[in-house]
């Protein structure tokens, strides 16, 4: 309830904060969030969003996109366009972990996985502030930023 949201907020605004937390600091705080957090907290999942395809490190995109599976929605299309994204990610196991989480957010909301489109082939080079999940607000601005 209450608590959760506040620990929530007050781990969003840690995570956000400069100087930013190294890929160390950020897998714990990702770890935290995903078992506090209540899903559809909106400041948590934008975050998620940006650090699962904006971060330089593979053990930080892989972190947020396993906490994405606990915190957004059910049905959000932000996961599964990240998801499609962190697809033809540089990174093996982060591929592995982006078509799971397609998977299941998919067989969530009634769609087969077979059914999906062939994921975008988008360099992470490529990804720029314009290409920032989220609202493009403050909050979408300082997740990049950390990353």
């Known amino acids: 309830g209450d608590f959760a949201r506040l620990a929530t907020d007050r781990l ?29 907290h909106e400041s948590a999942v934008i975050v998620l969003l940006n650090l699962a395809a904006t971060n330089r490190d593979a053990s930080v995109r892989l972190a947020a996109l396993d906490a994405l599976e606990s915190v957004a929605s059910i049905g959000d299309p932000r996961v599964r366009k990240v998801a499609l994204h962190c697809a033809t990610d540089e990174d093996d196991v982060v591929c592995d972990a982006a ?20 994921a975008p082939s988008v ?6 502030g314009d290409d920032c999940v989220g609202d493009g607000g403050a909050d979408g601005d300082r997740a990049a930023a950390a990353s």
């Open 123 to 128: 360099g992470r080079a490529a990804t720029t």
């Open 12 to 40: 969003v605004r840690c995570m956000l904060h400069v100087p930013p937390l190294g890929a160390e600091g950020l897998n714990t705080a990702l770890s935290m969030l995903a078992e506090v957090a209540p899903r559809g």
């Open 99 to 118: 078509l799971d989480l397609l998977e299941r957010h998919c067989s969530q909301q009634g769609e087969e996985a077979e059914g999906l489109p062939a």
